[in-house]
């Protein structure tokens, strides 16, 4: 059974950090692509960052210098640690392992990042 379990959320002023965990179990990922999306109230879940299974990065532009995405293989953790946050990263974050050879996609429940101006 795969279970992603995100924590590290909360509330936060501008301009500051939080970094997210991801823990996962049932999956390994040397064969997904594991990521972070979030979602603001009434905008659609949007991708903030990516590791592929060989350790290639992606980030949105919105995040792009400020965000970065690091995972412990052995301990099948990821992280997500935000910097400079704004209040326009305000959102429910989500962990994600998406499927490389597979169509295998699944999501953890969320946490919700707040960042107060």
């Known amino acids: 059974q795969v279970q992603l379990v995100e924590s590290g959320g909360g509330v936060v002023q501008a301009g500051g950090s939080l970094r997210l965990a991801c823990a996962a179990s049932g999956i390994s990922f040397s064969i997904f692509t594991m990521g972070w999306f979030r979602q603001a109230p009434g905008k659609q879940r949007e991708l903030v960052a990516s590791i592929t299974s060989g350790g290639t990065t992606n980030f949105a532009d919105s995040v792009k210098g400020r965000f970065t995405i690091s995972r412990d293989i052995s301990k099948k953790m990821l992280y997500l640690q935000m910097s400079s946050l704004k209040p326009e990263d305000t959102a429910v974050y989500y962990c994600?392992?998406?499927?490389?050879?597979?169509?295998?996609?699944?999501w953890g429940q969320g946490t919700q990042v707040t960042v107060s101006s």
């Open positions: 994600n392992a998406r499927g490389e050879f597979t169509l295998a996609n699944y």
